[in-house]
């Protein structure tokens, strides 16, 4: 039992470094600079691998707000959203991803940064 929670410890732990390379990468693709060519295909390489460990991102622009997975950084009026508020919302939403979260299984690496509206 121990060996098992040693090992899931030390993945975690590779995760959470590698979480400001994924930064960059992500930067990079909202940017425009990751579309194609050597480095976009090493990107997504890496981040298809982290997958198998049980990496995945949290925080889309429109989903709920839930305080478990995001940490509001900013809380905008609902006329204050370009574009405006998204079709059907209902409760607090995610208008903008600041930075994205990632979680490991059930486990909360790092929430997703966020900033947030309420419906008008």
Do not use: N
């Not at 121990?2 to 959470?16: F, G, P």
């Not at 991102?57 to 405006?84: I, N, S, W, Y």
């Amino acid at each position: 039992r121990d060996r098992a929670l040693t090992q899931e410890r030390a993945v975690r732990d590779v995760l959470e470094a590698l979480l400001p390379v994924l930064d960059d990468i992500q930067g990079a693709r909202d940017h425009g600079d990751l579309t194609d060519g050597p480095f976009a295909a090493i990107a997504d390489k890496l981040e298809a691998s982290l997958g198998k460990y049980g990496l995945t991102r949290l925080g889309d622009k429109g989903e709920d707000f839930d305080p478990m997975v995001h940490e509001a950084l900013m809380h905008l009026d609902a006329t204050q959203v370009p574009g405006g508020m998204p079709q059907g919302a209902t409760d607090t939403t995610v208008v903008q991803v600041l930075q994205p979260g990632y979680r490991v299984g059930d486990r909360v690496l790092r929430p997703a940064r966020v900033a947030v509206a309420d419906p008008a």
